[in-house]
């Protein structure tokens, strides 16, 4: 499955009024050309839509200025000039419909009307640029605002010993939320301003973990991960069989899934190999028939 881009998420968000031009510009069909000239040269635009006692009418463009200008018709009128073919977008209506409205009509311009059919904007490609670098840029703060704010919670608390506990279930057998915990962790990390690397790493554990509780466990697992000042604590605990063998189970290779996990792609003997390459400190205890217990430490000033 493709992956979905910030912009691409943003323009099915944002709806056009947020981004569309409120401050418009506009013709009358009485308005002469040479007037019409004037009124881009002003303004700085490129195109106006034209409204008569209040109604839109047409819409008319630098490349109609061109053409009366190429044919010496400058004394034409811009109702001869314009297009009455009106197309309309709406302010409530997300941007993604005007991206393909552009696409498929390969307009300048599109008029913003509300429900009863009144001009209350004008919406251009330039406009949509411009509204999706600002809500990129707001974004981009909050963001960092919280970022910072997690980040220094450690300093702010007047505490001899302060924590930041994440719990997550995890359900046996239901590979269809396979990592979905292992997702919300690294989300949670970014957000509190773990060094990427570090939340890579973490990530990395609590995924392989999580798959281990998900084709091992008989009913439910549960992970915790604990952040501290200096380190963050990886805790699973599953009520799976056990591990008759500690030491085989971490050679890179050995799985015990069944065949019939191994078919979806899971079970490949990596996962404890890979927790172990991500830890500074890993202990493992698996008595058979008692479940299993993991904790893993990774230090936050470790590369």
Known sequence: MPEISKIQELIYEIEIEEVMTS??????????????????????????????????????????????????KMEDTVGQRMSPDIVTLHPNEPLIRAVDHFTRYGFGRFPIVDGQGKLVGILTQQDIVRGLLKRLEIEYHEEEIRRYRASHLFEDIDSDRTCIILHYAVVAHDFDRAGEASSKIKRALSRLGVPPQIARRVSIAAYEAEMNVVI????????????????????????????????????????????????????????????????????????????????????????
């Open 216 to 303: 091992h466990a008989c009913e439910r697992g549960e992970i915790s991960v604990e952040i501290w000042p200096q380190e963050i604590v990886i805790k699973v605990e599953d009520t799976g069989p056990g591990i008759p063998d500690i030491e085989q189970a971490m050679q890179p290779g050995f799985s015990t899934a069944p065949p019939s996990i191994q078919e979806l792609g899971f079970g490949a003997g990596m996962g404890l190999a890979n927790i172990k390459r991500c830890a500074n400190e890993m202990v493992l205890e698996s008595p058979p028939g008692g479940g299993t217990f993991l904790r893993v430490v990774i230090f936050l000033n470790s590369h």
């Open 23 to 72: 401050r418009v510009i506009t013709s009358t069909p009485q308005t002469s050309m040479t007037e019409f000239r004037e009124i881009l040269r002003e303004h700085g635009i490129s195109g106006t839509p034209v409204l008569e006692n209040g109604a839109l009418v047409g819409v008319i463009s630098i490349e109609d200025l061109i053409k009366a200008l190429a044919e010496g």
